[in-house]
């Protein structure tokens, strides 16, 4: 059975790289042959990037690592309540992406082996 890991984003895509080191570290153990499911939770700032065509600080685009994580089966999921805040609830997302709300978080996090915060 593989390990369930939850990764908990609240940095920004842009003023550091810390949002990117967390999908990066995602889409690698994401690419193992012993792949654990992994889950995606974009809290705060970290919710644009469910949008399409972000960027972080360094100019490197975020939505194909995004899609490589969605395409890997990784669910992925924009806190409703930070989405709501900063006016991103009504827009487009890249497919696969979505908003999730805390109880659902907090089913992911009592399921997981590991939780993992950036």
């Known amino acids: 059975m593989a390990q369930k890991i939850v990764f908990i984003v609240h940095a920004a895509p842009y003023g550091s790289e810390r949002c990117l080191s967390a999908l990066r570290v995602a889409n690698t153990l994401s690419g193992r042959d012993d792949a654990p499911e992994v889950k ?3 809290m705060s700032d970290a919710t644009v990037v469910g949008l399409p065509h972000q960027h972080d600080g360094a ?3 975020l939505q194909a690592q ?3 994580l969605i395409a890997a089966g990784t669910h992925i ?3 409703r309540t930070c989405a709501l805040a900063r006016g991103l609830a ?3 997302l890249i497919e696969g992406v979505s908003i999730g709300t805390l109880p ?3 089913d992911w996090i009592m399921a997981a082996d590991k939780v ?3």
């Open 104 to 106: 659902e978080l907090g």
């Open 40 to 42: 995606l939770f974009l």
């Open 66 to 68: 995004v899609e490589q």
């Open 116 to 118: 993992i915060t950036f």
């Open 77 to 79: 999921r924009l806190c």
């Open 90 to 92: 009504e827009l487009t």
């Open 59 to 61: 100019g490197s685009g």
